[in-house]
């Protein structure tokens, strides 16, 4: 059972700066994608960003978030990133990383490609 977990949430004031990370149990074709998603109190669940272990930077984006957010990744580490800046009262959510196997792409924007899921991260951010 592939496992994901989240760190790095927390409290910061507008206009400030977080970095989420997501260590997987292993780095197989199992996990080959890897993602982070977002959801907000009575919002549906929203992709942010995607990466892949051997995509090196090749990463897709949210257009919403693609000018303050970076997805990288520590293959060594099996561990990835969402680097967040300028963060906004509306990015206030719980955040999502997950990881899904090897379709034929580098990354994927689609929740029913994600296979397992961690068990997310509060991330608030006040005005």
């Known amino acids: 059972q592939v496992q994901l977990v989240e760190s790095g949430g927390g409290l910061v004031q507008a206009g400030g700066s977080l970095r989420l990370s997501c260590v997987a149990s292993?780095?197989?074709?199992?996990?080959?994608?890897m993602g982070w998603f977002r959801q907000a109190p009575g919002k549906e669940r929203e992709f942010l960003a995607s990466?892949?272990?051997?995509?090196?930077?090749?990463?897709y984006y949210a257009g919403s978030v693609k000018d303050r957010f970076t997805i990288s990744s520590d293959n060594a580490k099996k561990t990835i990133y969402l680097s967040m800046n300028n963060l906004k009262p509306d990015d206030t959510a719980a955040y999502y990383c997950?990881?899904?196997?090897?379709?034929?792409?580098?990354?994927?924007?689609?929740?029913?490609?994600?296979?397992?899921w961690g068990q997310g991260t509060q991330v608030t951010v006040s005005s």
């Open positions: 990466i892949s272990w051997n995509g090196g930077d090749t990463a």
């Open positions: 997950a990881t899904g196997r090897y379709r034929g792409r580098l990354y994927s924007s689609r929740e029913n490609e994600y296979d397992y």
């Open positions: 292993e780095r197989t074709l199992s996990t080959y994608v």
